[in-house]
Antibody, heavy 125, light 107 residues
């Protein structure tokens, strides 16, 4: 059974860096059929995909344009986990952050089938 | 970005009702469309993938249809545990995008 366990602080000061980690059990961060994503949810923006990392002989990343200049998603194969770093945060980054697995469900179509428990991150001084 | 629009934004229904939620993309996305259910304080749960395929473990009262730009999620007979918010999500392009959600509450 695949599970994702999130960890990281719930309060970050403006201009600082938001850091979250997602530990994977039951699958591998290096899987060739999965991508590892971060999605956030706020009342103002709803569900917002922010980025992903995945391995297909090499490591690849994709990021949402809204955060592209500030975001890094990394995989740690030794710990079988992936992480989110979001720099220079503002109150607009306040949201519940979810890590998720996107897996191939049919053909080349992906779905977010496994989700972490969510972390409420508040950006405030 | 591909924009997903759901309707209605909310609806009130009773146990046993047939409920239909629609989702429209602003461009064709073939069948690259998934549906999720979310309850308060919980992560979304995958219900339907590739527009019409039931995820393992999801009750058969849930069904999906559509292709191209217009999609539908139907609950054939609403059960008490189905009161929740439902989201569509396109997996055709990057960035992945979601509809704004449809909240189903008790009439």
């Amino acid at each position: 059974q695949v599970q994702l366990q999130q960890s990281g602080p719930g309060l970050v000061k403006p201009s600082q860096t938001l850091s979250l980690t997602c530990a994977i059990s039951g699958d591998s961060v290096s899987s060739n059929t999965a991508a590892w994503n971060w999605i956030r949810q706020s009342p103002s923006k709803g569900l917002e995909w922010v980025g992903r990392t995945y391995y297909r002989s090499n490591w690849y990343n994709d990021y949402a344009a809204s955060v592209k200049s500030r975001i890094t998603i990394n995989a740690d194969t030794s710990k079988n986990q992936f992480s989110l770093q979001l720099k220079s945060v503002t109150p607009e980054d306040t949201a519940v952050y979810f890590c998720t697995r996107a897996t191939v469900v049919t053909g080349i179509l992906y779905a977010f089938d496994i989700w972490g428990q969510g972390t409420m991150v508040t950006v405030s001084s | 970005d591909i924009q997903m629009t759901q309707s209605p934004s909310s609806l009130s229904a009773s146990v046993g009702d047939r409920v239909t939620i629609t989702c429209r993309a602003n461009q064709g996305i073939n069948n690259y469309l998934n549906w999720y259910q979310q309850k308060p304080g919980r992560a979304p749960k995958l219900l339907i993938y590739a527009a019409s395929n039931l995820q393992s473990g999801v009750p058969s009262r849930f069904s999906g249809s559509g292709s191209g730009a217009d999609f539908t999620l139907t609950v054939s007979s609403l059960q008490p545990e189905d009161f929740a918010t439902y989201y569509c999500q396109q997996t055709y392009g990057i960035p992945r995008t979601f509809g704004q959600g449809t909240k189903v509450d008790v009439k």
